[in-house]
Nanobody, 120 residues
């Protein structure tokens, strides 16, 4: 059972990135997926999630209107489209899965993290 987060990189302020969270060993469509990030010197923040099976989405105020979470069951992958990136978005980004049909704090599986750096 594994989650693989990818797609991070260096981007200029105002730019875009798309992160992927690919699962192996289990089917993502039975799990609610959360995206977290941790900036240097700060606590980890849950800023988005998508529920299963309803597909309801949640965004924190800090990313609402700029980030979009979506899932592709055929590819067993959840995506995070990040637009209008700001230097404050610089962090290590993680995806995590929980076997509950609602967003929450506890997650059973975690990806290894992908680094997003936004330059001003």
């Amino acid at each position: 059972v594994q989650l693989q987060a990818s797609g991070g990189g260096l981007v200029q302020s105002g730019g875009s990135l798309r992160l992927s969270c690919a699962a192996s060993g289990f089917a993502l469509d039975g799990y609610t997926i959360g995206w977290f990030r941790q900036a240097p010197g700060k606590e980890r923040e849950r800023f988005s999630c998508i529920t299963s099976p309803e597909g309801s989405t949640y965004y924190s105020e800090s990313v609402e209107g700029r980030f979009t979470i979506s899932g592709d069951n055929a590819k067993n992958t959840v995506y995070l489209q990040m637009n209008s990136l700001e230097p404050e978005d610089t962090a290590v980004y993680y995806c995590a899965a929980r076997s509950h049909p609602a967003c929450g704090s506890y997650h059973h599986y975690w990806g290894q993290g992908t680094v997003v750096t936004v330059s001003s």
